[in-house]
């Protein structure tokens, strides 16, 4: 099987078929992937561009979680509010057995 000298990467099919050198980042930017056999070079911005987008991303990541505690505790003290739960209690009577009623035949 034939493959590109390091360095160099295939170019795809439907162009002219051959090993083209791969590109070097220019400066004041990063390489967000390497050239390899099959693709070349992928470079984007360094510095504080770069740290800006990951600072939007966790701080995106903080909020959604912060709001979704909030929805969470919400709904929790209408429950409650509600009487559905009883806080600290159990639905279950004292003794673990639940009386039974018998059913009321209709006519």
Same mark, same amino acid.
């Given at each position: 099987?034939? &493959?590109?000298?390091?360095?160099?990467?295939?170019?795809?099919?439907?162009?002219?078929?051959?090993?083209?050198?791969?590109? +070097?980042?220019? &400066?004041?930017?990063?390489? %967000?992937? &390497?050239?390899?056999?099959?693709?070349?070079?992928?470079?984007?911005?360094?510095?504080?561009? *770069?740290?800006?987008?990951?600072?939007?991303?966790?701080?995106?990541?903080? %909020?959604?979680a912060?709001? +979704?505690?909030?929805?969470? +505790?919400?709904?929790?003290?209408?429950?409650?509010?509600?009487g559905?739960?009883?806080?600290?209690? *159990?639905?279950?009577?004292?003794?673990?057995?639940?009386? %039974?009623e018998?059913?009321?035949?209709?006519?």
């Open positions: 099987m034939c &493959q590109c000298r390091p360095g160099r990467f295939y170019k795809a099919p439907g162009e002219e078929e051959f090993c083209r050198r791969c590109s +070097l980042c220019p &400066q004041g930017t990063v390489v %967000l992937q &390497q050239c390899n056999s099959t693709a070349d070079s992928v470079c984007g911005p360094s510095g504080p561009e *770069s740290r800006h987008r990951l600072w939007l991303i966790g701080t995106f990541i903080i %909020l959604s912060v709001c +979704l505690g909030i929805v969470i +505790l919400t709904a929790y003290v209408k429950k409650v509010k509600d559905g739960f009883q806080p600290g209690g *159990s639905r279950l009577p004292s003794d673990g057995l639940w009386e %039974l018998p059913l009321e035949e209709s006519e």
